[in-house]
């Protein structure tokens, strides 16, 4: 469930930054669809950051998804 809601952050058009919140506590920023990973499967999930940095997870560990609201006119930032 937590994996199909992903993908469809992913695809999403124009695409919005959203944060992934786990259960101990880390939060994931997902700024650009093209460095987001889903297993096939969906039990796993991998999110690229601007250092280069890999965060890897079980979609088990998710404890919820925060969408970025933007306000009337506001465009999400180009990564």
Excluded: C, H, Y
């Excluded at 669809?33 to 088990?60: A, I």
């Amino acid at each position: 469930m937590m994996a199909e809601k992903i993908r469809t952050l992913r695809r999403a058009q124009p695409f919005q930054p959203f944060v992934i919140l786990l259960n101990d506590g880390r939060k994931i920023p997902v700024t650009n669809p093209e460095w987001l990973l889903v297993t096939e499967g969906g039990g796993s999930v991998g999110v690229f950051q601007k250092d280069d940095s890999l965060s890897m997870f079980e979609t088990s560990m998710i404890r919820e998804i925060k969408v970025r609201a933007f306000r009337r006119g506001e465009r999400a930032k180009s990564a």
